[in-house]
């Protein structure tokens, strides 16, 4: 089964940039990479989805180095409200379709 | 277009009772997952689906069953509720099997 391994928490200020990084074996080889928020109460929200290298969309960045054994999350200029719980989310090498999230990594960002 | 939504937002069950959680998706997707959330263990993937009538295990299926008559409706049932089984349920819809993944509110269940 595909293993991910992610920070339990992070702090940090309004401004400033934030990386998450997920640690991950066993990984399916034609898989995505995929990050998702969540606040209190709600469901998980997609931000970002990579296979390598980097990706960037209007919210993050990605980044994936060639081994594919872990990503980073890169958040630039956080503000208060990107306080959250982020995840990352794998699939299994040895089970097709099954999909392995992350235990989360809760943001805390400070005025 | 009211997206990803689950019925009951919240229950309470005690210990061998049997329920059935509904999730209904309006945006035509293929693929429709149940996960649940327990403390400090992220999501789990429970089981899911790649069309209607067909449903696969995850990585938690003990316990739980699953449907899918109807492409849009992935229903979630619990034969014999155990207090192990107490924990947020989401479920969620994708196009394609490897893609954005959308949400639903979650539904809380207790297990007395």
């Known amino acids: 089964l595909a293993k991910t391994t992610q920070p339990i928490s992070m702090d940090s200020y309004e401004g400033q940039e934030v990386n998450i990084t997920c640690s991950h074996n066993n990984i399916a080889t034609n898989d995505y990479i995929t990050w998702y928020q969540q606040f209190p109460s709600q469901g998980p929200r997609f931000i970002i989805q990579g296979y390598k290298t980097k990706v960037t969309n209007e919210v993050a960045s990605l980044f994936i180095p060639a081994d594919r054994k872990s990503s980073t999350l890169s958040l630039p200029r956080v503000s208060l409200s990107d306080t959250a719980v982020y995840y990352c989310l794998v699939g299994d090498s040895g089970s097709q379709g099954n999909l392995i999230f992350g235990k989360g990594t809760k943001l805390s960002v400070k005025p | 277009n009211a997206g990803v939504t689950q019925t009951p937002k919240f229950r309470v069950l005690k210990t061998g009772q049997s329920m059935t959680l509904l999730c209904a998706q309006d945006?035509?997707?293929?693929?429709m997952y149940w996960y649940r959330q327990d403390p400090g263990m992220g999501l789990r993937l429970i089981h899911y689906?790649?069309?209607?009538?067909?449903?696969a295990k995850g990585e938690v299926p003990d316990g739980y069953n699953v449907s899918r008559l109807k492409k849009q409706n992935f229903l979630l049932g619990l034969e014999s509720a155990a207090p192990s089984q107490t924990s947020v349920y989401f479920c969620?819809?994708?196009?394609?099997?490897?893609?954005?993944?959308?949400f639903g509110p979650g539904t809380r269940l207790t297990v007395l």
């Open positions: 969620a819809s994708s196009l394609l099997l490897r893609v954005e993944q959308f």
């Open positions: 945006m035509n997707h293929e693929y």
């Open positions: 689906s790649v069309g209607e009538g067909t449903t």
